[in-house]
């Protein structure tokens, strides 16, 4: 059974950091796809960052130059550091492995105050 489990949200000021982590369990990790995706009230899910198994990384424009995402594969765990955050990054973050199949962690919160 694959397990994502998220950790790292929380409150943070505006200009803030916090940097997410989510640990894999009952699944091979370093072959696949992982992202993080978020999701604001009232708004679709959207991809914040993806990282290949090749380390190629791709962000969305909101977030470059501002997050990074990385792999430890010897410890089954995706990264998501999460600099100068904005207001408009308050949301629910998600990450995932695989890509024709994912599978989803349940998500953890990001509040930015202002």
């Known amino acids: 059974q694959v397990q994502l489990v998220e950790s790292g949200g929380g409150l943070v000021q505006n200009g803030g950091s916090l940097r997410l982590s989510c640990a894999a369990s009952?699944?091979?990790?370093?072959?696949?796809?992982l992202e993080w995706h978020r999701q604001a009230p009232g708004k679709q899910r959207e991809l914040v960052a993806g990282?290949?198994?090749?380390?190629?990384?791709n962000y969305a424009e909101s977030v470059k130059g501002r997050f990074t995402i990385s792999r430890d594969n010897a410890k089954k765990t995706v990264y998501l550091q999460m600099n100068s955050l904005k207001p408009e990054d308050t949301a629910v973050y998600y990450c995932?492995?695989?890509?024709?199949?994912?599978?989803w962690g349940q998500g953890t919160q990001v509040t930015v105050s202002s």
């Open positions: 990282i290949t198994s090749g380390e190629i990384t």
């Open positions: 009952g699944t091979s990790f370093s072959m696949y796809l």
């Open positions: 995932s492995i695989g890509t024709r199949i994912k599978y």
